[in-house]
């Protein structure tokens, strides 16, 4: 039976995370990043205090310098990071690059990089998507064996997060077969500074981190193959579920904060001489949308637990979670607009930079009909 509680370790980095965001990197952080388009687009400091506080060794084994918490204690802090926005290399360098290290990496590889991710003193981003829709199948990056040895990569990924203030990338390429084939997939580790590798910045829609990269005769080592050739689709697979699920949870947290600024506002504003609050018809949609947000917390939550309890149920509940999250956040944050009136979507009011960061994550990924369609192939039909 899988369980959705989490332990005291968990409750206690849940309450702390809490408590620190709300003090140290409110709404009104991220609005400083967004005005001076920051070069790197999160705060040194506030990343150097997570490290203190252990998030990057959350997930990770003891061994390594880990904390070994789980993917519900992870997945708790994601939710307090979507209340305030927060940005943070945390997502992309602790469960895309390190996930992936730990999944397919060698001893060698994982020895190397996981105690400097965990240490903070280590980046990473994994480039993925060539399109921009999401396809985890469709990788068309080539990548081959040289003559001299060691590997040869050519391509160009689109919407990698983090991608410009990456260490190393997780490179996504196709040593064999065609693009929609699973069987032919490798993952290789990059320096983003090779001969060959260009890293340009974008600034997206809810002022996060992404980049394009390009790969022109990129030689790599035999050492930077992650894993086996050709078979590096499960571990990919496996990684990306846990990125869906901890999406998810953020989304659920910027989720929950704009139903909670909601409410706070329809008791506030006054028409006709009575809060409007009081309407009966705004009253039934909030009332829908709170039981909306409770089953999505549900299916995070027993989504988080599967992580951590090794069930073979793991890709569908990400792809339910995913979907759920990706279609209420759209619904959540469009009534929200309306009942604040036009305002709701301006910069001006915080509701329209939750606005942005949902409409962004819901297609990071995967967005509904992605995962729709994928718990349905997953479910046999």
Known sequence: MTTMLLNEEQRLLRDSAQEFLAARSPVSALRRLRDTRDALGFAPELWAEMTE????????????????????????IFE??????????????????????LEAGSEAQRSEWLPRIVAGDARFALAVDEKPRHDPRAIATKAWRTDAGGWCLEG???????????????????????????????????????????????HMVDSRNAARVRLRDVHVGEDALIGV?????????????????CLAAETLGVIRETFDQTIAYLKQRVQFGVPIGSFQALQHRAARLYAEIELLQSCVAAALSAVDEGSGDVAQL????????????????????????GIGVTDELDLGLFLKRARAMQGTFGDGVFHRARYAALRGF
């Open 318 to 341: 990400a792809s339910l979670a995913k979907a759920r999250a990706a279609d209420l956040g759209e619904r959540v944050l469009n009534e929200g607009v309306q009942m604040h009136g």
């Open 229 to 245: 050739a050709d078979g590096g689709f499960a571990a990919l697979d496996a990684v990306l579920d846990r990125a869906r699920i």
């Open 80 to 101: 307090q990071m979507g209340r305030t926005l927060t940005a943070s290399p945390l997502f992309a360098t602790v469960v895309l690059g390190g996930g992936i290290l």
């Open 156 to 202: 160009e990924k689109w919407f990698v997060l983090d991608g410009h203030v990456a260490t190393r990338l997780i490179v996504v390429a196709r040593t064999a077969g065609q693009p929609g084939d699973v069987r032919g997939i490798s993952l290789f580790l990059v320096d983003p500074s090779a001969g060959g590798v260009s890293v340009e910045r974008t």
């Open 53 to 76: 506080m252990g998030w990057p060794a959350s997930v990770f084994p003891e061994a390594y310098g880990g904390l070994d918490f789980g993917y519900k204690g992870l997945g708790a």
